[in-house]
C-alpha cells in the first residue's frame, strides 16, 4: 500500500488566485518529517517547505505555506497569489524515523496549470 | 550552475543492451540516492548511500546495480534493459539520509527502452 497519497492528478488555477494542494500519509513513527517538492518543467526538481511531526509552527517559506493536521495525518500546501510559473508538478513526501529511515517516500503527485 | 549533475539527459537504448545513468554531485553532501519515475507512478525510491556505501536498496532487480567511484559520485548501470525499465531516473544527494534532511535533486536522466 501507498504510504503518500495525493488524491488530485491534476488541479487548474487562474493567475492570482491561492490553490491548496493536498496530501495523506501512513506512518506509526513518532518523529518523521513532511516535505513538498515541485517538479519544474525544465525537469529539476526543487525543495519548497517542510514540516515536522514534533512542530507545531505553521511552516511558511514566501508564497508557500502548510496546513498540518496531525491527527488525521494530512499535510496541505498552500500557495497564494499564483503566477504562471509556479506551473507544474508538486510532490508531497515522508521521511520516517525507524527501520528504513534513510529515504523519503514519494505520492504521485499533482500537476498545477495556472492560467494567465 | 547546476549542483547536481546527470548525463545522459536523454537515452534511447536496445532491449539487451547495458547503459550507466552518471551523477556527480557539488554540494558537499555524504549521502546519495537514486529514485526512479515511471509514467503515473510514485516517485520511487531505488539506493541511497552515506560515504559511498549502500544503506538501502529498494529494488528487486539485480540488473540495477549502483556504482560509486567517489564520495561524490554515484553511477546507476543497468543491464539486461527491458521496456519497462523505460522511465526518469533521479539522482539526489543531501546531508546524512537518516536525518530525514531535505533532497536536492538532479534533472533527470530519461531513459526509453525500444
Known amino acids: 500500500a501507498e504510504k503518500v497519497i495525493q488524491v488530485w492528478s491534476t488541479a487548474s488555477r487562474q493567475e492570482g488566485e491561492e490553490l491548496t494542494l493536498d496530501c495523506s500519509y501512513e506512518?506509526?513513527?513518532?518523529?518523521?518529517?513532511l516535505f513538498w517538492y515541485k517538479h519544474l518543467l525544465s525537469g529539476e526538481m526543487v525543495f519548497l517547505i517542510r514540516?515536522?511531526?514534533?512542530?507545531?509552527a505553521k511552516e511558511r517559506s514566501g508564497r508557500y505555506s502548510v496546513v498540518f493536521q496531525k491527527s488525521l495525518k494530512s499535510i496541505s500546501l498552500i500557495i497564494s497569489a499564483l503566477q504562471p510559473d509556479d506551473s507544474g508538478k508538486y510532490f508531497c513526501?515522508?521521511?520516517?524515523?525507524?527501520?528504513?529511515?534513510?529515504?523519503?517516500?514519494f505520492g504521485t503527485g499533482t500537476k498545477l496549470q495556472v492560467v494567465p | 550552475d547546476p549542483k547536481i549533475i546527470q548525463k545522459p539527459k536523454y537515452l534511447v537504448a536496445v532491449t539487451g543492451s547495458e547503459k550507466i545513468l552518471i551523477c556527480e554531485q557539488y554540494?558537499?553532501?555524504?549521502?546519495m540516492y537514486w529514485y526512479r519515475q515511471s509514467a503515473k507512478k510514485p516517485l520511487e525510491f531505488m539506493f541511497s548511500?552515506?560515504?559511498?556505501?549502500?544503506?538501502d536498496n529498494q529494488t528487486a532487480s539485480s540488473r540495477f546495480q549502483p556504482q560509486s567511484s567517489k564520495k561524490n559520485h554515484l553511477d546507476l548501470q543497468i543491464t539486461a534493459l527491458k521496456p519497462d525499465d523505460s522511465a526518469t531516473y533521479f539522482c539526489?544527494?543531501?546531508?546524512?539520509?537518516?536525518?530525514?534532511?531535505?533532497?536536492?535533486f538532479g534533472e533527470g536522466s530519461r531513459l526509453i527502452v525500444v
Open positions: 554540494l558537499g553532501h555524504n549521502a
Open positions: 548511500y552515506s560515504y559511498q556505501k549502500l544503506m
Open positions: 506512518t506509526s513513527q513518532v518523529l518523521y518529517h
Open positions: 514540516q515536522t511531526s514534533s512542530s507545531t
Open positions: 513526501a515522508l521521511w520516517e524515523r525507524g527501520n528504513s529511515g534513510t529515504y523519503q517516500r
Open positions: 539526489a544527494s543531501s546531508l546524512p539520509g537518516h536525518s530525514g534532511n531535505t533532497l536536492y
